[in-house]
Structures are given as structure tokens and as C-alpha cells.
């Protein structure tokens, strides 16, 4: 049977008001049509991914996912997929769909930043166990997550990618304190995350013992097309308030700001129509290091458009929504007031992957340039400077 | 509508690539330019007859190949990478387009002629016009003929017939001068034609082809832009891995692996414009932001190719000012990144200020 027909034959059988979000989200899952890419009884059909669009088309207006599911979609998802026992995907994906459990991801430390390879949590084995120990910052929705994907150091004594290992973190275990950190916005949409002493059992660890690296990457590379891979239609996206303001206020257009807005609007075009040529690209393949480029773009455009915008405004640009500290589940770049857009943006070239890193890899693994000569390549992490 | 080329595309790429490959390589496009024939016509002959680019654009009732613009624009981007020497642009499809939108028995019977390659036309307007303003020229129309001088024509020393707007309509002449002036684009040099009571076809009765044709012809010269920006970008790339200094590859510092992943993506950009301004139909912000976007990348992927390479970017021997010349005079050539940007301001509706400077 073809998607579509299958789509239909759900939806006959379905009817999205008669029943909880989570009840059709997980009739969805059991039907195969969550992500139909995935294999069947997981979510999918074995289809390919661009079939994927056909579903989201059809089943436009229902019920879908939220906003606090994001990290368990875009990055525990595929990497349980690709690393995952069967018994593993059986358990997590589920739920991780129907939004009944939530992830976060414990990657960065105060330490390891864009050096994530460098990361000092330890993992010991304790029997069947492991136990935890370290501090893990700029973690979203920790404070609300059930599972976390986590990125642990198992082996010392060897070269940092080599002594890496993957683990699927009970954020309810003890030993695990989630404390907010406040950001440049005012509000704590972060957490920093200290583990003392957690117990994970063996059956969370996600790939082999040291192969940690390997998984991790798997998850950054979903990661990067997750934030810079959204649909948007010409004139969408992070241009669309800026636009708003410009036919709204006609009293506050200058001649330099008209010159500037269209030649970000040229940008903001052409990186969407980039975006939609990466897609069809993709739609075959996996995500590979062109999604860091494509990130790359929209962070550079958040940030001059919204920056354009707070300018723009001019007396009102001085003020601010609020101020106030506060817990935030969601990265609100489209209801909120200008100064948080731009002030937010700036998280838009750090997180992810710097900027920085990004030309890096696009320069290394795209183009093939010589990668950076480091001092860590074959020296035992514990005895690396730091 | 899809972004990426299909296998059609890439097979034709691959024959006129090859073909471009054998019979013009930098050294000869090099040797050619202070010649008295800055077009090689031999090259021409050869992608016409063995390749059949000329007719692309023409319909098989008119002895063409039927093709969409997504098959000219692959030739445009070889031909970019070339920086080939023929008149494709200028008669394959700025001369084709109009003649195909006038549509008249006149048109049609020089579109057979141009199928094939056995003739080559020119349009006489300047290369700098802007398909948003395009003035009168300076011929005029009397008993005896046409009269009159038009400057800064690409095409205009191969073609055997040329179309010329006068008096509101268009005319197609072959009797006229052509005088070469010394150019900035050594491999597109422009010219004057003079016609001294010429005798003329009607080709059309008003000057609508004209602006049709400019503006489709802009929407393709990107892909010859994306073509100019790609070599410059794999030129310079395969240099930087090779080049030492400091007894490392240039390459592998992170002032110059930065601008090459910029640079790259940049390009990326400018093929998906281009793309997308090649598809059947492309209305007029999709043209507008081909060109408004790609322009700049192409010089700029020029400008970075003399830059990155250094003592030998600068010399004459290298062919790197050549593709120099193009990217910056194909930025001029059919409305600048300004004029362009200017469109999108009213089609895109996002109006300028009301009272001028503003505050």
C-alpha cells in the first residue's frame, strides 16, 4: 500500500477529536506513520525519507509533536536508532514519539565546550552498573526531561575520542540536581546539570564502551539539521517580524535601513531556497557535515536580521518585554518582542556547534583542507593540559 | 519543482565539459584575447554541430531541441567555467528569447538559421542595460533604412544578423559595422555597431520581446555566474592544499579554511537561485534574487581567487584575471545588484521610504 493510502486508511479509523494527543500520536506511531524512514514497528514503514513530506501534508492540522519533544526527535531518536538495541528501541522510541517522556542531551561542560571530545564526566563500572560523576552545562529542559542522552569519559588512560561512552541518562536517578542558569534574555531556558554518584544500569549504555565519539556524532550531525533545516515559505522565517515592522511603520523606514533590509532579504532567499536544495539532497542519504553549512547561514541571519529589527524600531528598540528570571520551556523567537530576538540569536552561532567549529568542518570534511594541527591527537586524555 | 540537475542535465554538462576540456583550455581562452578575433569561432562550430547548444531553446518545429531553460543554464554554467569565448548567451539565448516572444513569420525564419548554428545574432542594446529600464536607442528609422550607433554590445563581432530596437519596434539587419571597443571582459569583449541606412526586417511591433528576453536572459546569466564562482572556488582550493609557506599548506590555516567554507556556502547559495531562476516560468522575484544574490558572490569568488593565490594570482599568465573580468562585468551586465534589489522592493512589497531620506 502506498503511503498516502496508508495516511487515508489512518485517518478513517482515527479521528484526532475524539481522542488525547498522546492517544493519536501513538495510534500514528503504531501505524508507521511517526517517521516513516524508520523500520517497521518502530515508528515506521521502511519507506524513504522524502515520503515523510507526503505524511506531514495529509496529516497537516492534527495533533503533532511539541516544541519540549525537539532533542528526543531530532537527536536521541536517530541515534538510538543507529545505535540502539533492539530491546533499547523498543523501549524509548515510543514514548519519545507520543511526548509521554522527554529528553534533553548532557554533552557540554564547563571544560568542554567546542572541545566536546575533551569532556571530563566519568563513568566508572560498579558491577552490572556504572556511576556517574561530573557537571554538564547549557542543558534545555533539563528541568523538565525524563531521559537524557549522555556523554561520558569510561577511559582516561587513552586519547580523548578514544576513551568516550555513550549512556541513555535517567533524569529522575539520584544524584541528579538540575539547577537554572540564567541567561543574556533574563529568563533560564538552561540548565546547568551536576551528577554525584548516579547508578545507570548497563542495559542505558547506547553503542560499545569507547565507542562513544562515534554515537555522539550521529546526534551533533541530526542536531545541526534540526536548527538550520526548518520549511519556510519566501518572506517566512526570521524575516517575517522584521517585515512586519517595515509595512507596519512606515514613519520609521530611512534610506539606509531600505538598502540593508533588501540586501538581508536577498540572503534570507537564498539561504531558504539552499536549505530546500539540501532537503531534496537529503531525502535519500543521511545528514551529513552540509547540514553544519546550512546552520551556519541562519545563524548569521538571525542575528543581523533581528539585530536590523532592535535598530529599526528606534525608540521602542530601547525597551525591553522582560526582564524578569524565569523558567522558559521553549526558544519563543516569533511571540516575543525584538530585543529577546536579538538578544536569543546570539545563543544561535554558540549552540550546536560554533561558528567557528562549523568552518571547520565544513572546510575539513567538505572541502578536504588540512585539519587543525592539535597537541591531543595521540596524548591519554589525563594527561592533557587543562 | 526540483533544485538539483536532472540526469539529462548532468549528461549534457558532461558532453560540453569534455568537449571544453579538449578544445579550450585557460592557455588558448589566454593566447586569444589580444587577437584580432576575441570569438573562437571554431569552438563555436563544434558546439553546434556535435552538441547542438545553439537550438536548445528553439522548439523541434523550428528545428531546435525543444529543451527548458534548465538545459541552457547547464551549458551557461560549462561555458562560465570556461570562460568560454562564443556567443551563447548573446545569440542561444538573449537573441532566441526575443525572437521566439515576437513569434512573428520573420522571427521564426531566423530562429531556423540560429537552430542549427549555421548563423549567429546579436541583440544591439548595451550589455549594462536593466531589463527595468530599458531606453530608446539612438537609431533612428527613415526611407533610406536605419540609421545610428549603438554602444557596448557583447556578441556583436560573430553574429551575422542583429536585432535592433528603433522607433518602438524591432528590426533585424545584417548589413552593419562593428568596431570592437577595448574591453573589460577580455573574453566578452562589447562593441559598437553603426548602421548607416541600413536595410531592415520587422521583426516585432513593439520593443515587449526586447524586455522579455533581457529579463529571462538574467535569470540564465546566473547560472553562467554560478559557473565563473565555481571554478574560481576549485581553483583556488586545489592551490591552497598545495601551496607551503611556513612549511604548512596555506590551506590548513584557519584565516583561510574560513573563508573558503564562507565562500563555499556562499556559492551553495547562489546555485539554488540560480536553479530556481531556471525552471520553466520563474516570476520576477526569483530572477531578481538569482541576480541580486549571485552577482556579488561571483565577484567576490573572483576576488578571492586573485587574493588566496597571491604573487601569481596577479599576473597576466594565470588565468585567474580573466575569470576576474567576467565575474565584474557580468555583474554589470543585465541590471546591477542595486537594480535588481530595487525590484524586489516593489514586488516583494517592501517599500522604500516615504519622504525620501526619512528622518
Redesign the interface.
Given at each position: 500500500m502506498e503511503v498516502r493510502d496508508r495516511v487515508r486508511a489512518f485517518l478513517d479509523e482515527h479521528d484526532p477529536s475524539a481522542m488525547s494527543r498522546t492517544e493519536f500520536l501513538g495510534a500514528r506511531f503504531d501505524a508507521g506513520l511517526a517517521w516513516v524512514h524508520f523500520p517497521q514497528g518502530l515508528g515506521g514503514l521502511g519507506a524513504s525519507r522524502e515520503q515523510q513530506g507526503v505524511v506531514e501534508q495529509l496529516l497537516a492540522g492534527t495533533p503533532g509533536p511539541d516544541g519540549r519533544q525537539g532533542i528526543g526527535l531530532g537527536m536521541a531518536a536517530p541515534t538510538i536508532l543507529a545505535f540502539g538495541t533492539e530491546e533499547q528501541k523498543k523501549r524509548y522510541l515510543r514514548p519519545l514519539w507520543t511526548g509521554e517522556e522527554i529528553w534533553c542531551q548532557l554533552f557540554s561542560e564547563p571544560g568542554a565546550g567546542s572541545d566536546l571530545a575533551g569532556l571530563a564526566t566519568r563513568a566508572v563500572r560498579d558491577g552490572d552498573d556504572w556511576i556517574v560523576d561530573g557537571q554538564k552545562v547549557w542543558t534545555s529542559g533539563a528541568h523538565y526531561a525524563d531521559w537524557a542522552i549522555l556523554v561520558t569519559r569510561t577511559d582516561p588512560d587513552v586519547p580523548k575520542h578514544q576513551g568516550l561512552t555513550y549512556f541513555i541518562c535517567d533524569m529522575h536517578a539520584g544524584g541528579v540536581e538540575v539547577r537554572p542558569l540564567r541567561q543574556i534574555t533574563g529568563e533560564a531556558e538552561f540548565n546547568e546539570v551536576f551528577l554525584t554518584g548516579v547508578r545507570l544500569g548497563d542495559e542505558l549504555r547506547l553503542g560499545k564502551v569507547g565507542e562513544g565519539w562515534r554515537v555522539a556524532q550521529t546526534t551533533l550531525m541530526n542536531e545541526r539539521v534540526a536548527i538550520g533545516g526548518g520549511r519556510t515559505e519566501r518572506g517566512g522565517g526570521i524575516i517575517a517580524p522584521v517585515l512586519q515592522t517595515w509595512r507596519d511603520h512606515p514613519e520609521l523606514r530611512t534610506h539606509d535601513l531600505h538598502r540593508r533590509l533588501l540586501s538581508l532579504w536577498v540572503e534570507a532567499e537564498a539561504t531558504r531556497l539552499a536549505g530546500a536544495r539540501l532537503r531534496e539532497q537529503l531525502t535519500a542519504g543521511v545528514p551529513g557535515p552540509e547540514g553544519s553549512a546550512i546552520k551556519l547561514a541562519f545563524s548569521k541571519l538571525n542575528q543581523e536580521l533581528s539585530g536590523l529589527e532592535v535598530e529599526l524600531r528606534r525608540e521602542d528598540g530601547l525597551t525591553y518585554g522582560d526582564w524578569t528570571f524565569r523558567r522558559s520551556d521553549e526558544v519563543a523567537m516569533f511571540s516575543r518582542d525584538a530585543g529577546y530576538r536579538y538578544l536569543r540569536a546570539k545563543g544561535n552561532s554558540i549552540e550546536g556547534g560554533t561558528s567557528e567549529i562549523l568552518r571547520n568542518i565544513v572546510s575539513e570534511r567538505v572541502l578536504g583542507l588540512p585539519q587543525e594541527q592539535r597537541a591531543d591527537k595521540d596524548v591519554p586524555w589525563k594527561d592533557l593540559p587543562r | 519543482m526540483?533544485?538539483?540537475y536532472s540526469d539529462l542535465q548532468e549528461e549534457l554538462r558532461g558532453s560540453v565539459r569534455a568537449l571544453l576540456a579538449d578544445r579550450c583550455p585557460p592557455s588558448a581562452v589566454l593566447a586569444r584575447v589580444e587577437t584580432d578575433t576575441p570569438y573562437d569561432l571554431d569552438l563555436w562550430r563544434a558546439l553546434t554541430t556535435e552538441i547542438g547548444v545553439a537550438g536548445l531553446l528553439i522548439p523541434e518545429s523550428l528545428g531546435g531541441a525543444g529543451a527548458t531553460p534548465g538545459e541552457a543554464a547547464v551549458v551557461l554554467e560549462e561555458l562560465g567555467r570556461s570562460c568560454a569565448p562564443v556567443p551563447y548567451l548573446t545569440s542561444s539565448v538573449l537573441a532566441t528569447t526575443l525572437l521566439l516572444r515576437s513569434g512573428t513569420p520573420a522571427a521564426e525564419k531566423l530562429l531556423a538559421d540560429l537552430a542549427s548554428g549555421a548563423s549567429t545574432a546579436a541583440v544591439a542594446v548595451s550589455l549594462a542595460t536593466s531589463p527595468y529600464d530599458v531606453k530608446s536607442s539612438g537609431v533612428t528609422v527613415t526611407a533610406d533604412g536605419l540609421t545610428g550607433t549603438v554602444t557596448g554590445v557583447a556578441g556583436a563581432e560573430p553574429a551575422d544578423v542583429v536585432l535592433v530596437p528603433a522607433d518602438g519596434k524591432i528590426h533585424a539587419v545584417t548589413d552593419f559595422t562593428v568596431h570592437t571597443q577595448v574591453s573589460l571582459d577580455q573574453t566578452r569583449p562589447i562593441a559598437t555597431i553603426e548602421l548607416d541606412s541600413a536595410r531592415s526586417t520587422r521583426i516585432a511591433p513593439d520593443t515587449e520581446p526586447l524586455t522579455y528576453a533581457l529579463s529571462r536572459t538574467a535569470a540564465l546569466l546566473a547560472s553562467e555566474q554560478v559557473g565563473v564562482a565555481e571554478w574560481c572556488f576549485d581553483t583556488t582550493?586545489a592551490y591552497?592544499?598545495e601551496r607551503k609557506q611556513f612549511a604548512?599548506?596555506i590551506?590548513?590555516y584557519?584565516a583561510i579554511?574560513?573563508r573558503?567554507?564562507?565562500l563555499?556556502?556562499d556559492i551553495?547559495?547562489?546555485?539554488?537561485?540560480a536553479?530556481?531562476a531556471a525552471e520553466d516560468d520563474p516570476d520576477e522575484?526569483t530572477i531578481a534574487?538569482a541576480q541580486?544574490?549571485t552577482s556579488p558572490v561571483t565577484v567576490h569568488a573572483a576576488e578571492e581567487c586573485v587574493q588566496l593565490h597571491g604573487g601569481i594570482g596577479m599576473t597576466w599568465e594565470h588565468p585567474a584575471h580573466l575569470y576576474l573580468k567576467r565575474a565584474k562585468a557580468d555583474s554589470i551586465a543585465l541590471g546591477t545588484q542595486g537594480d535588481h534589489?530595487d525590484t524586489?522592493?516593489k514586488a516583494?512589497?517592501?517599500?522604500?521610504?516615504?519622504h525620501?531620506?526619512?528622518?
Open positions: - | 526540483s533544485l538539483l582550493l591552497v592544499k604548512r599548506p590551506g590548513s584557519q579554511k574560513h573558503l567554507a564562507d563555499w556556502l551553495a547559495k547562489a546555485r539554488a537561485t536553479r530556481n522575484i534574487v541580486a544574490w534589489q524586489l522592493a516583494a512589497n517592501i517599500p522604500a521610504t516615504p525620501g531620506t526619512g528622518h
